[in-house]
């Protein structure tokens, strides 16, 4: 898989995760504190970063993907949580 083709393949999976991670994030700021956000985004910036390194272009969409869609399953369960108002 050409680079040119694997950019053009995650951008809907970037763009989602940007922003949904954003408003996430805020809210979770705002909700539980500075430290648990930070400890979320260290926790995946490991595997991202290995998992660059590691795996060929191929295999690296069907993980972006795979990640996407395990991310899209654990926001719905996030959003369901009750707000503290």
């Known amino acids: 898989m050409r680079h040119e083709m694997l950019l053009l393949a995650c951008m809907p999976a970037v763009f989602v995760a940007l922003v949904m991670g954003f408003v996430m994030a805020l809210y979770a700021q705002d909700a539980f504190g500075m430290a648990p ?21 191929k295999h690296l969409l069907i993980a972006i993907y795979l990640g996407w869609a395990a991310a899209l399953v654990l926001a719905l369960i996030g959003v369901g949580f009750p707000d503290r108002g």
């Open 37 to 57: 956000v930070g400890g979320a985004l260290a926790a995946g910036a490991v595997p991202g970063w290995w998992s660059g390194r590691r795996l060929r272009p």
